[in-house]
């Protein structure tokens, strides 16, 4: 499948000091050694080379050369990294007398990725880990992505493959060895262990979809009334001016949406039309998108004009639950109203021209979106997919429990098994025979 070997720039595109092309595949070595002249590498050691055109002559580059023979490189083919000066023109005149070598192509995206994962160098996971870490945009989401690719929830889905494999090997046992003398009590030891398996994989799943949103960002609706300051608070966060700001009423007509870095945590934040009673037909798909906005989010912001108390929008104060901040700003041109307790949640007061009570704000929404996206000691689901295979693997797993007759049990194991893989990318069969064998000695 990999007969041919492929090449790109690992490095990013761009004048930069250094340029990175990388080769994989079984020509890697020989391309170096007739770009360099020289027939031998020490591996994973840096040669100076001095780059040339085998069919010119003419001087490419003088840079290095790291030789990654497989097994044991990042693919498990031969790898080859081509360090050379950044410049445009360098970059792509070796590029071209690559392009000329036979067997040599241009890699797809992800294909050396792809690669790695065909030769049994990381899962699924890990692949996808990669890619998260590459796009990170804070700290926060490299530690997850990390995490991932060193094989935290691949291996936690593994171990869960594993038992399942397991106990669907003596449960077959007794299904397909009946004369042999297996213990009386595997098929209720085999039952108790899925039982507990299933909760383990259903109390993963109750985690409130912080892998999710720390990967692709907590999003944070800034919702109110018309002139409650909600564009001033967005540009406040956005430490820059992002939303238009005018005591115009009605001057944001759409959702507008930024992306930030929330105490190291991803952010996706928007401002949203006032929430108020309107005719103006534009307005009104404004205020629509505004609610449908704020009832999509996952933490809210809902802002009043502090001069408004008592007589707060209707429409607003719907829409305060528990995933809401509820804040009560300028504060600097009326008194600092005694509110006390709205429905359920403490208000804060600040004001966004003068900066009074931001500070406290800012803390309060840091905390908030902490505990949406806090890691806590098992790894997190980071994707869609996960969720849906392990709910589909729980639902084979109720149907075994509910089913007597074994032949059919047996198959919900199998499907359990088989969610589990589409996660990691590993399936085998074989390792059923395996525990077969191996714990029971059939046929000794």
Same mark, same amino acid.
């Given at each position: 499948m990999f007969d041919q070997t492929i090449y790109a720039l690992a490095s990013g595109a761009g004048r930069c000091g250094v340029a990175v092309i990388r080769l994989s595949g079984p020509h890697a070595l020989t391309v170096l050694q007739q770009l360099s002249g020289k027939e031998t590498f020490k591996p994973r050691y840096a040669h100076r080379v001095l780059l040339t055109d085998p069919v010119s002559g003419d001087r490419l580059d003088d840079g290095l050369a790291l030789y990654f023979p497989g097994p044991n490189s990042f693919t498990g083919e031969d790898v /080859?990294?081509?360090?050379?000066? &950044?410049?445009?023109?360098?970059?792509q005149s070796v590029q071209e007398i690559l392009a000329g070598f036979d067997g040599l192509r241009l890699a797809e995206p992800g294909e050396f990725t792809r690669r790695a994962f065909e030769n049994d160098k990381m899962d699924l996971t890990a692949a996808e880990g990669l890619a998260d870490l590459i796009h990170a945009e804070t700290r926060a989401q490299a530690k997850q992505a990390l995490r991932q690719m060193d094989g935290a929830l691949g291996s936690l889905y593994n171990d869960w493959a594993d038992r399942i494999v397991r106990v669907l090997a003596h449960f077959e046992a007794v299904i397909d060895f009946p004369d042999e003398d297996l213990p009386e009590e595997v098929e209720a030891g085999v039952r108790a262990k899925v039982a507990t398996l299933q909760g383990e994989i259903e109390d993963h799943l109750k985690d409130g979809h912080r892998g999710e949103m720390l990967r692709d960002g907590v999003r944070l609706a800034i /919702?109110?009334?018309?002139?409650? &300051?909600?564009?001033?608070?967005?540009?406040?966060l956005a430490k820059r001016e992002v939303a238009i700001v005018s005591d115009i009423a009605g001057t944001t007509r759409d959702v507008i949406e930024s992306h930030l870095d929330i105490g190291g945590y991803p952010v996706v934040v928007s401002d949203t039309a006032g929430i108020r009673h309107s005719e103006d037909v534009i307005e009104v798909e404004g205020i629509r998108?505004?609610?449908?906005?704020?009832?999509?989010?996952?933490?809210?912001?809902?802002?009043f004009d502090s001069s408004d108390w008592p007589n707060l929008d209707e429409k607003a104060l719907s829409l305060i639950d528990e995933d809401s901040l509820v804040v009560f700003n300028k504060i600097d041109k009326a008194s600092k109203p005694d509110v006390g307790d709205l429905q359920g949640r403490t208000p804060l007061y600040m004001s966004a021209k003068s900066g009074e009570g931001l500070a406290d704000f800012f803390k309060a929404l840091e905390q908030e979106v902490a505990e949406r996206c806090m890691m806590t000691g098992a790894p997190a689901l980071t994707r869609a997919r996960h969720r849906e295979a392990?709910?589909?693997?729980?639902?084979?797993?109720?149907?075994?429990?509910?089913?007597?007759?074994?032949?059919l049990a047996a198959e919900d194991l199998r499907m359990a098994t088989r969610s589990l893989g589409r996660i990691t990318g590993r399936i085998d069969v074989e390792d059923v025979l395996d525990v077969v064998f191996s714990d029971f000695c059939i046929g000794k």
């Open positions: /080859v990294e081509l360090q050379v000066h &950044g410049g445009r023109a360098v970059v /919702v109110g009334p018309p002139n409650a &300051g909600k564009s001033s608070l967005l540009n406040h998108r505004a609610q449908s906005t704020a009832e999509q989010a996952d933490l809210k912001v809902i802002l392990l709910e589909d693997c729980v639902q084979s797993l109720v149907r075994f429990a509910q089913i007597d007759l074994a032949e």
